[in-house]
T-cell receptor, first 111, second 114 residues
Framework: QKEVEQNSGPLSVPEGAIASLNCTYS??????FFWYRQYSGKSPELIMS????GDKEDGRFTAQLNKASQYVSLLIRDSQPSDSATYLC???????????FGAGTILRVKS | ETGVTQTPRHLVMGMTNKKSLKCEQH?????MYWYKQSAKKPLELMFV???????ENNSVPSRFSPECPNSSHLFLHLHTLQPEDSALYLC?????????????FGEGSRLTVL
């Protein structure tokens, strides 16, 4: 059974701090990794994708991938209350096929 | 209309009813998906359609029947459901099946089975 594990949280951080969200995956053959943000009562929205080991930055978001450790993380710099949401990690085969989602981590940014 | 739209947004049905969920995407994408989201559980992929052809069926019970008449429309026909089928059903699309991780989701249909 291929799985993606996330701490359910909630992860609470003060406004302006760095939020660090983590995810591990069981299928060593996974090649594509995604972070989705889901606001309460809304649908998931893709915020980051990463395919190679290392860091990928997009604005305040940095995705980190370590395939040897089967570990993916999302860093949110200068966290804002509007970042409060559930963050879903997903791992898939090439191009995102056979995508497996984690159950999500709830992030709360306190002003 | 833009993006992915789903109707109805909320549905309550008895176990003997027959109903359908509708999804329409206005993005010009070629792949469409049905996902099930239950509380505290990961998103579960149910069906994948690529260019109107079903390419994946993840061991979903036959009481769920998908239909994709064209690349813009996707239906999920429901009959003789069980209370444990109560969940949020999300439709999604991607440019094509080779970009299956880059999904655009609709707002979902919240289903309650009594």
């Amino acid at each position: 059974q291929k799985e993606v594990e996330q701490n359910s949280g909630p992860l609470s951080v003060p406004e302006g701090a760095i939020a660090s969200l983590n995810c591990t995956y069981s299928d060593r053959g996974s090649q594509s990794f995604f972070w989705y943000r889901q606001y309460s009562g809304k649908s998931p929205e893709l915020i980051m994708s990463i395919y190679s080991n290392g860091d990928k930055e997009d604005g305040r978001f940095t995705a980190q991938l370590n395939k040897a450790s089967q570990y993916v993380s999302l860093l949110i710099r200068d966290s804002q209350p509007s970042d409060s949401a559930t963050y879903l990690c997903a791992a898939g085969m090439e191009y995102g096929n056979k995508l497996v989602f984690g159950a999500g981590t709830i992030l709360r940014v306190k002003s | 209309e833009t993006g992915v739209t789903q109707t109805p947004r909320h549905l309550v049905m008895g176990m003997t009813n027959k109903k359908s969920l509708k999804c329409e995407q206005h993005l010009g994408h070629n792949a469409m998906y049905w996902y099930k989201q239950s509380a505290k559980k990961p998103l579960e992929l149910m069906f994948v359609y690529s260019l109107e052809e079903r390419v994946e069926n993840n061991s979903v019970p036959s009481r769920f029947s998908p239909e994709c008449p064209n690349s813009s429309h996707l239906f999920l026909h429901l009959h003789t459901l069980q209370p444990e089928d109560s969940a949020l059903y999300l439709c999604a699309s991607s440019q094509d099946q080779s970009s299956s991780g880059e999904l655009f989701f609709g707002e979902g249909s919240r289903l309650t089975v009594l």
